[in-house]
């Protein structure tokens, strides 16, 4: 039992537990603080995330039943659409996901179109010069992902629909 590898991310940050763990020494492990670090920072940055980009997705399909209709057929045609009340649920694997390829361009544009994170940030690495603005080394730039991914220079429907 002791060789066993661990079979969920959970179980695995547990065993990489290294109470001698420290940054002043290359020592495999984590210590607990990084662990609490890590569990703190998967519930922080995946809950909200996916919790937001699903009400997006409830929100656009609700306006777009043509949409819904077509995702749909997709999930029948693979034999992933529950049916009876979910007394028979299909098993989703990565093989079956990557078959849908409607449902993954839906997903991508509720994405695009649904603000989960507005902006990201990067720290300027040498002096530039973008559209005429210049920028120093060492400067943060605030990057507006909604305003990218909504710029009708770049993106010609706009909406759903
Ligand atoms: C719809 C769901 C999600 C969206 C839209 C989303 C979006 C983003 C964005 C925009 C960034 C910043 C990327 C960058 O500036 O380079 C990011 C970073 C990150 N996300 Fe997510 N995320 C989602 C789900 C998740 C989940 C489920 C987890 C973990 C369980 C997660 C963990 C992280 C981590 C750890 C980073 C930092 C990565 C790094 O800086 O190296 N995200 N995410």
């Known amino acids: 039992m002791e060789n066993e590898q661990p079979k969920n991310l959970i179980a695995l940050l ?3 537990l290294n109470e001698e763990a420290n940054d ?11 662990i609490f670090d890590e569990v703190l920072m998967m519930i922080m940055t995946g809950y909200e995330t996916t919790s ?12 777009n039943p043509q949409i819904q209709q077509r995702m749909k057929e997709e999930l029948r045609k693979h034999h992933l659409l529950m049916i009876d009340n979910l007394k028979y649920v299909p098993p989703l694997t990565v093989d079956n996901l990557t078959s849908l390829t409607y449902c993954e361009c839906v997903t ?5 179109l649904g603000p989960v994170f507005g902006l990201t940030s ?13 920028i120093h080394r060492g400067q943060t730039i605030l990057i507006a992902l909604h305003n990218i991914n909504t710029d009708a220079r770049y993106w010609h429907h706009g909406d759903p629909q």
């Open 14 to 16: 547990v065993s990489s």
């Open 24 to 34: 002043d020494q290359v020592l495999s492990g984590l210590t607990r603080a990084e």
């Open 52 to 63: 937001t980009a699903l009400s997006w997705f409830i929100f656009f399909a609700s306006k």
């Open 108 to 112: 991508k544009e509720v994405l695009r």
């Open 122 to 134: 990067r720290i300027a690495t040498y002096d530039t010069i973008v559209d005429d603005v210049k």
